[in-house]
């Protein structure tokens, strides 16, 4: 469409999860294990995540090292992220495995759409 812009965000946010697609989470250095956290502090980030759109999408493959990499990714740069599920076989075992696979703390389960918070190893943005 001649004239139509994105923004620049946006852009950034679609490139990145199409250039790391192929990374393994297993090329990072080992990261400490995924805060514990209140169902109090859960609430707040779930409060938070409710106007961020899923950033990466899950589909008929289900949780591949591809999937991993991508949400690795994008919880370096956003550390609240939303991933929206393809009619999982069972939405809870594999919202816990991308959470598991990524170690990040599995903040809430909405319909298809997992909510995950794993805070910036060394500047972190949001503290809940």
């Known amino acids: 469409m001649p004239g139509a812009r994105t923004s620049p ?7 990145t ?15 400490p294990p995924a805060p514990s956290l209140t169902s109090r ?19 008929q493959h289900g949780v591949t090292d591809g999937v991993l990499g991508a949400v690795d990714d994008a919880l370096t740069t956003h550390e609240l992220i939303k991933v929206r599920l393809h009619e999982p076989e069972d939405k809870k075992a594999t919202a816990q495995e991308v ?4 170690g990040a703390v599995l903040c809430g389960l909405v319909g298809h ?7 910036h190893p060394e500047h972190p943005k949001i503290v809940p």
């Open 9 to 15: 965000e946006r852009r950034t946010t679609f490139t």
């Open 17 to 31: 999860i199409a250039t790391t697609a192929t990374r393994s989470p297993m090329d990072h250095p080992a990261r």
């Open 41 to 59: 502090q859960r609430s707040q980030l779930r409060a938070l995540a409710h106007r961020l759109e899923p950033v990466i999408q899950v589909g």
């Open 113 to 119: 759409t997992v909510i995950l918070y794993r805070p």
């Open 99 to 102: 959470a598991d696979g990524t």
